[in-house]
């Protein structure tokens, strides 16, 4: 089995705005065609994760994937998203939050369309609007309706078969690109759902991939037909213990707490395992829906602050109150993928993390109403506003965006001094990278002015 392209034109994926070339990177799209298998279950898939399943049917397949490259350079790494389907569309977070370590690392990435509805339409957002038209903001068209004419010979099988595909792809890419010894799986929320999944009941079968970047799991994972339930995505569903390759599982608020209710799933550090709980963060935040797309690194940091200020309507719809802007997601997922890297090559295991202090299923809170526990950052430790994962009241795509409230009064004196100590603590601790220090002090600097100049937003 071998891709077919590059295909010539523009590829279809809602993704950063900058021109790639400015940043010594290429953008190509591949078609990919084969047969694809499903899988069954030959036991329970019980919380324990280590679930046994054998082949099932068969079916043909064509998908694409997205390639970003570096022109010269390229370090040997690619990180191999499973696009996420829940708008409808595929959409890449992973790049969004990770792009400006990949492109500094000269990382490869690739999106993969693994799944049916960002294909042929119809997703769990799409569900949802029909019984709250406020999803609709985040609906976004299938590929074949987005462009009939390039998609025309795409067609999935259905989701059963998504796992194979997403293990194919892993081999086509280590063909493809040149160069490559190391592939690292990601996938964010749905799709994170699904690589709990593909460790538990596929990869034993034989994986491509080196490691696993696990981000924003619900507690219950995807079962073997792919199917992700909304109403039913509390669970302990663990990751296997006898995993062969390392896996990272970043959470935010929103999934320990929050709908997507992972609490139950916590487990153990191991020598294949590590479970990043991240304080103040939210499932999606003014970075992923502002910043990142046009976060080529040649953004002041003024410009940074601005499109990262709380904003209470990133998608057009009035949210009840301004959305997370706390920038920590985007800077610990960096950290979680080069910490992972290493980790695969056969180095040190990335910083083991406290988990978030919780009480009766709810979040402990400090004196300011922030979070207590889990992964500490300057944000949280020396913070100008209470960031929380939750808060966004009624239903809805605002619970995903979490909320900011700004803390009142005027900075104190030493605030500057306080973070740069508090960020060079969380360096020391392992979970930001030295690399982003000067960015993140001179966003803090930039943001002293801000932080209550966009509460109204």
């Not at 400015?22 to 899988?39: I, K, N, R």
């Not at 487990?267 to 103040?280: I, V």
């Not at 080529?296 to 309507?313: I, K, Y």
């Not at 809805?396 to 973070?419: N, Q």
């Amino acid at each position: 089995m071998e891709p077919s392209g590059p295909v010539t034109g523009p590829t279809n994926l809602i993704s950063t705005f900058f021109l790639l070339a400015d940043v010594g990177y290429v953008a190509e799209e591949y078609f990919l065609s084969g047969t694809a298998g499903s899988y069954r279950l030959t036991g329970s898939a019980g919380d324990d994760g280590e679930w046994a399943s054998e082949p099932d049917g068969l079916a043909p397949f064509t998908t694409r994937l997205v390639v970003y490259r570096p022109v010269e350079g390229y370090s040997g790494t690619a990180v191999v998203e499973w696009l996420n389907a829940s708008s409808g569309a595929d959409a890449p977070p992973i790049w969004l939050l990770a792009h400006r370590h990949l492109i500094r690392a000269r990382m490869a990435w690739i999106g993969v369309s693994a799944q049916y509805a960002p294909i042929h339409g119809g997703s769990v957002m799409a569900a949802a609007a029909e019984e709250d038209d406020t999803w609709n903001s985040v609906l976004l068209p299938p590929l074949k309706q987005a462009d009939p004419v390039r998609y025309a010979d795409l067609s999935h099988p259905g989701d059963a078969y998504c796992y194979d595909i997403y293990r194919q792809a892993g081999e086509v890419i280590r063909r493809l690109l040149a160069g490559t010894r190391q592939l690292l799986a990601a996938g964010q929320s749905q799709s994170a759902a699904a690589l709990v999944t593909f460790v538990n009941a596929i990869a034993p079968h034989g994986s491509p991939y080196d490691a696993y970047l696990i981000d924003g799991r619900p507690g219950r994972p995807a079962t073997l037909t792919g199917l992700v339930d909304p109403e039913a995505l509390d669970g302990g569903t663990r990751v296997r213990a006898d995993s062969t390759a390392p896996v990272l599982v970043l959470q935010t608020e929103f999934e320990v707490v929050g709908l997507m209710r992972s609490i139950d799933s916590r487990q153990p550090d191991s020598d294949r395992f590590r479970l990043w709980e991240l304080a103040g963060a939210a499932h999606a935040d003014s970075y992923t829906v502002g910043a990142s797309f046009t976060d080529s690194g040649s953004l002041t940091a003024e410009e940074l602050a601005e499109r990262m200020a709380p904003r209470r309507n990133p998608l057009g719809v009035e949210f009840p109150e301004p959305i997370n802007s706390g920038p920590q997601h985007h800077y610990v997922v960096q950290q979680a993928i080069a910490a992972l890297s290493r980790w695969a090559d056969g180095g040190p295991a990335p910083a083991q993390a406290d988990r978030l202090t919780v009480s009766a299923g709810e979040l402990v809170l400090d004196v300011h109403g922030n979070a207590l526990g889990g992964i500490r950052t300057p944000w949280m430790d020396v913070p100008l506003a209470v960031l929380s994962g939750l808060g966004q009241e009624g239903g809805g795509p605002a619970i995903m965006f979490g909320c900011t409230r700004p803390l009142p009064g005027p900075p104190p004196d030493d605030y500057l001094a306080a973070f740069r100590a508090a960020t060079d603590k969380t360096v020391t601790a392992g979970f930001l990278l030295a690399e982003d220090v000067p960015e993140i002090l001179a966003m803090a600097a930039a943001n002293q002015p801000l932080s209550t100049e966009h509460a109204s937003r």
